[in-house]
T-cell receptor
Framework: LAKTTQPISMDSYEGQEVNITCSHN???????ITWYQQFPSQGPRFIIQ???TKVTNEVASLFIPADRKSSTLSLPRVSLSDTAVYYCLVKSGGYNKLIFGAGTRLAVHP | SAVISQKPSRDICQRGTSLTIQCQVD?????MFWYRQQPGQSLTLIAT?????????ESGFVIDKFPISRPNLTFSTLTVSNMSPEDSSIYLCSVGSDQNTEAFFGQGTRLTVV
């Protein structure tokens, strides 16, 4: 499974757009990029998953360039409740084992 | 989606004893996983619980310390054996089925060993 690298922490303010970039240089052809969010005292929760280009849902957008060696999670207009740890993971096709990296601790300030 | 119930939600145990954590899913799932999350750290995969066969353990985790059962497609247990304070962590159960579906996590079991 490809290793991922993302910033350890980020700070933002309410109403701003937050972009968290993750690098996964050794991503394989069958791999998907998936992002999870974790609040204190809770298990991780799925945010978004993509293979290439752009994916958007009601929570976030995921941008993946053509070489797929990186991806960017975009959170529009964050609120205090978006304060959490965000994990970027590479998931091999056909198998749902998830290997977590360190994650990005996002703090949203008033 | 899948709803996962973990029991107990938390426990305080004496060193040298064992604790069994239960994970119940509201639907049949192919894959079940057990993770450990130490304070302030990320999640570490312990093992994959396979239905009808022995669990598959990740490097650094062994069956004698973390025996796992998977009697059917909706239930699994993880036992933390002969506990020491270093085993104090949150233990999480997760389920998933194939590459196109998200994984779901239980709320975790917060274990403190004294």
């Amino acid at each position: 499974l490809a290793k991922t690298t993302q910033p350890i922490s980020m700070d933002s303010y309410e109403g701003q757009e937050v972009n968290i970039t993750c690098s996964h240089n050794n991503i394989a052809t069958n791999d998907y990029i998936t992002w999870y969010q974790q609040f204190p005292s809770q298990g991780p929760r799925f945010i978004i998953q993509g293979y290439k280009t752009k994916v958007t849902n009601e929570v976030a957008s995921l941008f993946i360039p053509a070489d797929r060696k990186s991806s960017t999670l975009s959170l529009p207009r964050v609120s205090l409740s978006d304060t959490a740890v965000y994990y970027c993971l590479v998931k091999s096709g056909g198998y749902n084992k998830l290997i977590f990296g360190a994650g990005t601790r996002l703090a949203v300030h008033p | 989606s899948a709803v996962i119930s973990q029991k107990p939600s938390r426990d305080i145990c004496q060193r040298g004893t064992s604790l069994t954590i239960q994970c119940q899913v509201d639907s049949q799932v192919t894959m079940m996983f057990w993770y450990r999350q130490q304070p302030g750290q990320s999640l570490t995969l312990i093992a994959t619980a396979n239905q009808g066969s022995e669990a598959t353990y990740e490097s650094g985790f062994v069956i004698d310390k973390f025996p796992i059962s998977r009697p059917n497609l909706t239930f699994s247990t993880l036992t933390v054996s002969n506990m020491s304070p270093e085993d104090s962590s949150i233990y999480l159960c997760s389920v998933g089925s194939d590459q196109n579906t998200e994984a779901f996590f239980g709320q975790g079991t917060r274990l403190t060993v004294v």
